[in-house]
């Protein structure tokens, strides 16, 4: 019996160990520290694509939204441009029929085009982004895709009318702070309707994000 029991013994102890982490993500072939450090915090986050900013600045940005608009329930802040009160203390930036920015009481701020990625509804997002974060447009054909057909009829979106083409582009994030998104850091952070920045300045963008080459191999700064 105990010779059977030391051959149990002999033969467990001889079994392999069971492997029970995940291999490694390869690291980008190309780029510097600061590309592979990108690389690593969008690629093994555990919220894959939360990208580092700020933090602080959305809380300020929505006390800013509830001083200017007060008790009213909008406020015409820009042309075709309101800040709307919504539900359970939220604030809107409205462009014509989208809330293309919206804020929660605790500083979480929402970004949508509704489909109109023009020069306007950029720069009225701008105005209201928090945590160092901004956006910048290429055109669609760089990126080898078709611009969306967009139309302006009889002062609304929407319908027939004169197409727009000036101003459209695709869309992209970039940080100021952290460099993230600019051709520093190698990569293009693409903007989807829905990306949301938390209260701590972080960005969680719903695209994978693009490795690209460095211009002429140097730094270029911002896009």
Do not use: C
């Not at 029929?97 to 489909?115: E, H, K, L, R, S």
């Not at 302006?152 to 993230?180: L, V």
């Not at 051709?183 to 300045?201: H, K, L, N, R, V």
């Amino acid at each position: 019996m105990n010779k059977a029991r030391s051959i149990v013994d002999r033969l467990l102890e001889d079994d392999p160990p069971v492997e029970t982490q995940q291999p490694e993500q390869p690291a980008p072939d190309e780029g510097d520290e600061s590309t592979r450090d990108l690389f690593l915090r969008l690629n093994r986050a555990p919220d894959p694509y939360h990208v580092k900013g700020t933090p602080g600045t959305g809380q300020r940005r929505y006390a800013t939204m509830a001083e200017q608009l007060g008790n009213r329930p909008s406020k015409k802040i820009d042309n075709n441009t309101y800040l709307v009160r919504g539900q359970n203390g939220a604030i809107s930036v409205r462009l014509h029929q989208t809330d293309i920015v919206t804020y929660t009481p605790d500083g979480t701020a929402t970004f949508n085009t509704g489909g109109w990625p023009t020069k306007t509804t950029r720069t009225r997002m701008d105005r209201w982004i928090p945590g160092d974060w901004a956006i910048y447009t290429e055109s669609f054909k760089k990126h080898g895709e078709e611009a969306p057909e967009l139309w302006w009829d009889h002062g609304m979106y929407g319908g027939g009318g004169s197409p727009i083409r000036g101003g459209i582009g695709k869309m992209f994030w970039y940080n100021r702070a952290t460099h993230a998104g600019t051709y520093e850091s190698g990569w293009q952070i693409p903007f989807t309707d829905g990306d949301s920045i938390a209260p701590d300045g972080s960005l969680k963008a719903q695209d994978k994000p693009i490795q690209r080459r460095k211009r002429g191999g140097t730094s270029r700064g911002w896009p």
